[in-house]
């Protein structure tokens, strides 16, 4: 095989974290003083070192630069463009590494950007808040300092962006703008600082900038593709500019695909894998990329099994015809995988040799570029030692359970149906449970303490045993209740001291997943998580929770909540099978659950919560793959949770997702009561819930545990007035945005004093 030109392997990004979590120490060691400034950003630049040198070792000829970040990539081009709200910009003028905090998390004193889910990850990034008095201003300092770092240490290095669409299409209109103002309107106003920043990059020595535009995978208007057009039709007409590569990932470009490939830029990079395959088709409908190069993502971004090396040098093939120089990459950043399989020395040999983290992504492209350079003869060991690997997994009995797919097979829609409708539901559970007006409720977990972590650590280390592990959670369980009590909360929660993670602590007792040591992937800023692997058939062998249920409704005559994660959280938060329907797999899922829910339920569960953050997040970017997912989405909440009694309330939990496009689905599952995130999007959920018809009772956060500001009573009590303007007081109910687990006590009891305060005054005003 030859090309125009010698394809290279390159990359869009990777992990930032670290093999041992350095960069979460060293911010949050920032955060609470005892990390200097100086020091937080020498670690950041040692984190970044390391990075691009495990790139050049696994065979990576072009490194990203821009790509790494403190918090946020978006909030990152935030400042690079220089949109900082007026409430922060005293902040970030006083001091810029304080004020970009400041922005991401809040103050006391400052309300922080709102956040929500990157595309269709469990990425979360800070949203931009423009409008029409925005005004921008080039800041390069980043971007042009990470590319001198990487120049410097003699590597060829690509600066990558968040391109101008795509920033303007993930912004909203900032507190007190209209509703109705477009972003997207800016974009004038934006062209001119892109072109200085890639004017500064050029000076600074970058041949190529990558500006990323994912948006344009996404449903978009004929106003919107013009505006693409015209972006990079003026991008493209500067002089004074290194070469332009656009990037798009995640899904097909579609009806974007020949705007960009008549814009005249240098180059498109690609994705190949999954839906994004129709990339194929679509790029020889419209002529190839003569003259362009195309960086074509061969290699899964967002999950970690091995690549299928011979199918992918077959459509590396096939794209030569295409473009001037096809060069081969991930499909997306590999900051959406952990960092390396090779430090999971706990997994069994089988599945180890099927599973290729970010380091093992890389060597992949590599390996596939230097098949495209030599042929495949060059790389006929590592393509036989691949067809291998991907034999023994379509083989392996740890992937296939006749019993578990037997009773899937066996799913009615019966079983997907509460037996009676929700106005009967209602009734009957307001006669068992007997609670007050705007009820008081806390989401699930409470603070994990670093005693907490330390006598999970002791259990893991063999240095206390089972018996005393679980007392030590029982005493928390006890502590937990009673603050509920004292502090007037309504329906309790155990507080879940027990759980390291709402998806690993369920995976870990279902057959079919693994759970990894050191698989950490970033959710947001400096909370990482540990997808577990979901490898083979999944069942439920035992009881998972009932027993921590139990225990902790002993204590204590008000009702308490069962809590399990729902079927599309524990698939979306879990790095799933690729070797069968996801719907398959959901239906798996649900049926282990409602299993556990039933349990409860005989335990004398009169609530139970499945939470399903991530039903909006899943949802597919194109609207027409949209009817089927949530046809099997809201399915399989409603079969783990229908086979419960009429007076059992079922709960649900969603948070920082733009809900507007599930609004039916929502309806669809057919809970007793939803809870949602409302703080940082100051209640716009509980009126998208009423205009939708939304008939059943609706919990809309009023304070935002993600910062660790503490509300006070008023503010919580304004954000319910807000709500009561759309949701009637029979069916609001008063709760935080999401979990307390991340936050620390003193934080935790004060806004719960407040929310508490806030639901008696309001409570007084409507008897009164």
């Known amino acids: 095989m030859t090309t125009k030109s010698v394809a290279a392997a390159t990359a869009h990004g990777y992990p930032r974290q670290g093999g041992n979590r350095q960069l979460k120490k060293a911010v949050e060691g920032y955060w609470k003083g005892a990390v200097s400034a100086e020091a937080l950003l020498a670690a950041a630049a040692d984190l970044r070192?390391?990075?691009?040198?495990?790139?050049?070792?696994?065979?990576?000829?072009?490194?990203?630069?821009?790509?790494?970040?403190?918090?946020?990539?978006?909030?990152?081009?935030?400042?690079?463009?220089?949109?900082?709200?007026?409430?922060?910009?005293?902040?970030?003028?006083?001091?810029?590494?304080?004020?970009?905090?400041?922005?991401?998390?809040?103050?006391?004193?400052?309300?922080?950007?709102?956040?929500?889910?990157?595309?269709?990850?469990?990425?979360h990034y800070l949203v931009p808040e423009l409008g029409p008095d925005t005004v921008f201003a080039a800041n390069p300092a980043k971007a042009v300092g990470e590319l001198r770092e990487a120049l410097a240490l003699g590597h060829r290095a690509r600066p990558v962006l968040v391109g101008p669409i795509t920033y303007l299409l993930l912004a909203k209109p900032a507190p007190g703008v209209s509703a109705d103002f477009e972003p997207l309107t800016l974009l004038d106003r934006l062209l001119p600082?892109?072109?200085?920043?890639?004017?500064?990059?050029?000076?600074?020595?970058?041949?190529?900038?990558?500006?990323?535009?994912?948006?344009?995978?996404?449903?978009?208007?004929?106003?919107?593709?013009?505006?693409?057009?015209?972006?990079?039709?003026?991008?493209?007409?500067?002089?004074?500019?290194?070469?332009?590569?656009?990037?798009?990932?995640?899904?097909?470009?579609?009806?974007?695909?020949?705007?960009?490939?008549?814009?005249?830029?240098?180059g498109l990079a690609l994705d190949f894998t999954g839906p994004a395959a129709a990339n194929l088709d679509d790029l020889a409908a419209v002529g190839g990329l003569p003259g362009k190069r195309l960086v074509a993502g061969v290699v899964d971004g967002r999950n970690i099994w091995i690549n299928d090396l011979e199918k992918s040098l077959a459509t590396l093939g096939t794209l030569l015809g295409f473009a001037d120089t096809v060069d081969v990459a991930p499909s997306c950043s590999l900051l959406h995988?952990?960092?390396?399989?090779?430090?999971?020395?706990?997994?069994?040999?089988?599945?180890?040799?099927?599973?290729?983290?970010?380091?093992?992504?890389?060597?992949?492209?590599?390996?596939?570029?230097?098949?495209?350079?030599?042929?495949?003869?060059a790389i006929a060991a590592d393509l036989a030692a691949n067809r291998a690997d991907l034999a023994s997994r379509a083989t392996s009995p740890i992937t296939r359970d006749p019993a578990v797919r037997a009773r899937v097979a066996g799913v009615t829609e019966a079983d997907a149906r509460r037996a009676e409708a929700y106005p009967q539901r209602a009734r009957a559970q307001r006669i068992r449970l007997g609670l007050p007006l705007l009820p008081t409720t806390t989401i699930g977990s409470f603070p994990q303490t670093t005693e907490l972590r330390v006598a999970r650590a002791d259990l893991t280390a063999g240095r206390i045993d089972a018996a005393a592990y679980r007392e030590r959670m029982q005493d928390e369980v006890r502590e937990v209740i009673a603050y509920q009590e004292k502090a007037g909360l309504d329906v309790l929660v155990h507080g879940e001291p027990e759980r390291n993670d709402m998806v690993q602590y369920f995976a870990e007792q279902l057959t079919g997943y693994l759970a990894t040591r050191h698989g950490w992937v970033q959710s947001y800023g400096t909370r990482y998580v540990r997808p577990p692997v979901l490898a083979g058939d999944l069942s439920r062998p035992h009881p998972m929770t009932v027993e921590w249920y139990a225990y902790a409704q002993s204590l204590t005559d008000r009702p308490v909540k069962g809590m399990l994660t729902g079927p599309v959280t524990m698939l979306a938060w879990s790095f799933v099978r690729d070797d069968q329907p996801l719907a398959d797999t959901a239906r798996q899922v649900a049926l282990a659950l409602r299993d556990e829910v039933t349990d409860l339920e005989a335990a004398g569960a009169a609530v139970i919560q499945v939470d399903e953050p991530a039903l909006r997040e899943t949802l597919p970017l194109r609207a027409a793959d949209r009817p089927a997912y949530l046809d099997w989405a809201t399915?399989?909440?409603?079969?783990?949770?229908?086979?419960?009694?009429?007076?059992?309330?079922?709960?649900?939990?969603?948070?920082?997702?733009?809900?507007?496009?599930?609004?039916?689905?929502?309806?669809?599952?057919?809970?007793?009561?939803?809870?949602?995130?409302?703080?940082?999007?100051?209640?716009?959920?509980?009126?998208?819930?009423?205009?939708?018809?939304?008939?059943?009772?609706?919990?809309?956060?009023?304070?935002?545990?993600?910062?660790?500001?503490?509300?006070?009573?008023e503010e919580a009590l304004e954000l319910l007035r807000a709500g009561l303007e759309a949701i009637p007081a029979e069916r609001l109910w008063v709760n935080p945005d999401c979990g307390?687990?991340?936050?620390?006590?003193s934080e935790t009891r004060a806004s719960l004093d407040s929310l508490v305060g806030a639901a008696r005054r309001l409570r007084e005003e409507l008897a009164g």
């Open 740 to 745: 307390l687990k991340t936050r620390g006590w």
């Open 193 to 266: 600082v892109y072109a200085q920043l890639l004017a500064d990059l050029r000076a600074a020595g970058a041949a190529w900038v990558q500006l990323d535009e994912p948006a344009l995978v996404q449903d978009r208007t004929p106003a919107e593709l013009n505006s693409a057009a015209r972006a990079y039709r003026e991008l493209g007409a500067l002089t004074d500019r290194p070469k332009l590569l656009v990037a798009s990932y995640f899904d097909r470009l579609g009806a974007a695909l020949p705007v960009l490939a008549k814009a005249p830029v240098e």
């Open 635 to 713: 399915e399989a909440f409603r079969v783990a949770t229908s086979g419960v009694r009429a007076d059992t309330q079922i709960h649900t939990h969603m948070c920082y997702a733009e809900f507007g496009a599930v609004m039916a689905a929502i309806d669809d599952l057919d809970a007793d009561v939803i809870s949602l995130e409302a703080t940082r999007s100051h209640m716009e959920v509980a009126g998208e819930l009423a205009e939708a018809g939304y008939p059943r009772e609706v919990g809309p956060g009023v304070w935002d545990i993600h910062s660790p500001r503490v509300p006070s009573t």
């Open 49 to 123: 070192r390391a990075n691009w040198t495990q790139l050049v070792e696994a065979g990576v000829q072009e490194l990203p630069t821009g790509d790494f970040s403190l918090y946020d990539h978006v909030l990152d081009t935030t400042v690079a463009v220089g949109a900082i709200p007026p409430r922060h910009r005293a902040a970030v003028d006083a001091d810029p590494l304080a004020g970009y905090f400041a922005m991401a998390r809040g103050t006391q004193d400052l309300a922080p950007l709102e956040m929500t889910k990157w595309f269709d990850t469990n990425y």
């Open 337 to 377: 995988v952990p960092l390396d399989a090779d430090a999971e020395r706990d997994v069994d040999p089988q599945i180890h040799r099927w599973l290729a983290f970010a380091k093992q992504k890389a060597a992949e492209v590599a390996l596939l570029a230097r098949g495209l350079r030599e042929g495949a003869s």
